[in-house]
């Protein structure tokens, strides 16, 4: 990754991006001791940086895909719904999908699920789109 591209706060949660496009960002994230809460399953705050780490990921994504180099974004709304724990010592799965795209704003949601599959947070989120700086 360039400068330009690295996900520093990604890359200290941990998370791994698996896979790429403007219609879809998957990513994986092992629930460490360190992002926990009590007991030992994954904080709250952890899942929603994890969702809005992919959001913003697969805005970008389409931005330079539909509109090419110098657009940006950044998060104006996030709300997400708690489904089960997942525990330490299991991995998150994550999958982000588009519900709006728009020149604007883009709406994505991020559903977030159990090693056993079983889903575990779904993430709404709105992305402003941000237009090259002159």
């Known amino acids: 990754m360039t400068a330009e591209t690295s996900l520093p706060f990604a ?13 879809r960002v998957t990513a994986e994230l092992p629930v460490r001791p360190d992002l926990c809460t009590r007991p030992a399953v994954l904080h ?16 970008m994504a389409w931005l330079k895909a539909n509109l090419g180099e110098g657009w940006s974004t950044t998060t104006i ?19 982000c999908t588009p519900i709006h795209r728009g020149r604007t704003t883009q709406v994505w949601q991020t559903k977030i699920s159990r ?15 941000l237009a090259p700086r002159t």
């Open 77 to 95: 709304e996030s709300k997400t719904n708690f489904l089960a724990a997942i525990p330490a010592g299991e991995t998150a799965h994550a999958e």
């Open 11 to 23: 890359d200290l949660m941990g998370l791994t991006i698996t896979a790429v496009s403007p219609d």
């Open 115 to 129: 090693a056993d599959g079983k889903l575990a947070a779904i993430v709404t989120q709105t992305q402003l789109v």
């Open 44 to 59: 709250g705050g952890a899942v929603m940086a994890f969702a809005d780490t992919l959001g913003a990921v697969a805005t």
